[in-house]
Nanobody, 124 residues
Framework: QLQLVESGGGLVQPGGSLRLSCAAS????????IGWFRQAPGKEREGVSC????????NYAHSVKGRFTISRDNAKNTVYLQMNSMKPEDTAVYYC?????????????????WGQGTQVTVSS
């Protein structure tokens, strides 16, 4: 069974922080590129960040660069997205996805497995 499960979403004030988790089961996430995507109501799903397999190279959308950090904990088979200095425009459903095996960060259509998403709301 190949599954990705997101957690950690919720309500946070502007300027606050939130950490999302993407837990993998049925496969070892280190063999896959893992991407974070988000989708706000009425908008297309967009890439937020990704981390490649093995080397761990990362990519960030311009809108989140310097505020968000993606990381991997192989012992827990989990990828995290640390979100700091959050803005109302960060409000969306956040999804993690896997591309591989031995994948590199790519377009959202290239990802093989998707989680169900977790809601993030930034509001005062």
């Amino acid at each position: 069974q190949l599954q990705l499960v997101e957690s950690g979403g919720g309500l946070v004030q502007p300027g606050g922080s939130l950490r999302l988790s993407c837990a993998a089961s049925g496969f070892t996430l280190d063999y896959y590129a893992i991407g974070w995507f988000r989708q706000a109501p009425g908008k297309e799903r967009e890439g937020v960040s990704c981390i490649s397999s093995s080397s761990g190279s990362t990519n960030y959308a311009h809108s989140v660069k310097g505020r968000f950090t993606i990381s991997r904990d192989n012992a827990k088979n989990t990828v995290y997205l640390q979100m700091n200095s959050m803005k109302p425009e960060d409000t969306a459903v956040y999804y993690c996805a896997a591309l591989g095996p031995f994948g590199s960060c790519g377009h959202l259509a290239s990802y093989d497995y998707w989680g169900q998403g977790t809601q993030v709301t930034v509001s005062s």
